[in-house]
């Protein structure tokens, strides 16, 4: 099947910037919608951004200006650039696709997958 593995996370002062990556491994065959969402402590799971595979994005009100979606089609990998970093940024940042990939009998097999997430920390 597919797995979701993100990277990049860490603690940034008010301000400063820092780039999330995930790449989508395993047996995939196409990936429509990749994005990025994000949870605080106490807090639903909030939309971040997506990126469609023709490269049509979206962004919560909150981010817009700030931070810039891409993926890289060929590398099954979507980025997310996050600059002028504030505190109320910091949350668990987790990657989404839906993607199409194989299972062992090599079924193909839809879902929508979830990375296991990476911490995003603005403090001074």
């Known amino acids: 099947q597919a797995q979701l593995v993100e990277s990049g996370g860490g603690l940034v002062q008010p301000g400063g910037s820092l780039r999330l990556s995930c790449t989508a491994s395993?047996?995939?065959?196409?990936?429509?919608?990749m994005g990025w969402y994000r949870q605080a402590p106490g807090k639903e799971r909030d939309l971040v951004a997506t990126?469609?595979?023709?490269?049509?994005?979206n962004y919560a009100d909150s981010v817009k200006g700030r931070f810039t979606i891409s993926r890289d089609n060929a590398k099954n990998t979507v980025s997310l650039q996050m600059t002028d970093l504030r505190p109320e940024d910091t949350a668990v940042y987790f990657c989404?696709?839906?993607?199409?990939?194989?299972?062992?009998?090599?079924?193909?097999?839809?879902?929508?997958?979830w990375g296991r997430g990476t911490q995003v920390t603005v403090s001074s």
């Open positions: 990126v469609t595979s023709g490269g049509t994005t």
């Open positions: 395993g047996r995939v065959v196409r990936i429509d919608v």
């Open positions: 989404h696709a839906d993607l199409l990939a194989k299972g062992p009998s090599d079924e193909y097999i839809a879902s929508k997958s």
